[in-house]
């Protein structure tokens, strides 16, 4: 489950990219900030879950701790401001943040499993 939810995140994270350097608009289909910087930090996120999804079990769950607590902490950042610092000028919507806390907590709660997986 954490290894096909790792490659699953990462193919996301890579659709969003793509969609950040090929879109002229900055919220894909209105909804979801795409620009270029928010693509630019999805782009080793995504290779580092597409690894997790081919390496042993625990290092998959430590990369999905931490995409967790990336995705978590951008989130809670954007509550404060909605541009993460100034880090992202299009500014994080509210469909943004369901996706932050949702993947996040996903993330989190994969990462922090315990025991074996039944299928390798």
């Known amino acids: 489950m954490e290894k096909q939810s790792s490659f699953t995140i990462g193919s996301a994270l890579l659709v969003l990219a793509a969609a950040g350097f090929l879109q002229k608009r900055k919220h894909f289909l209105w909804l979801m900030n795409v620009d270029t910087a928010h693509s630019i930090i999805r782009i080793p996120l995504a ?7 081919q390496a042993e079990l625990k290092t998959t769950r430590s990369i999905l701790l931490g995409t967790g607590i990336i995705y978590i ?3 809670a950042a954007g509550l404060k401001d909605r541009t993460v610092g100034g880090l992202l000028p299009s500014k ?3 469909v943004d943040f369901v996706y932050h806390f949702g993947v996040g907590a996903i993330a989190l709660w994969l ?3 315990t025991g074996r997986m039944l299928k390798p």
């Open 47 to 53: 290779a580092l879950l597409f690894y997790g999804s």
């Open 73 to 75: 902490l951008i989130g």
């Open 92 to 94: 994080l919507t509210g």
């Open 111 to 113: 990462g922090g499993r």
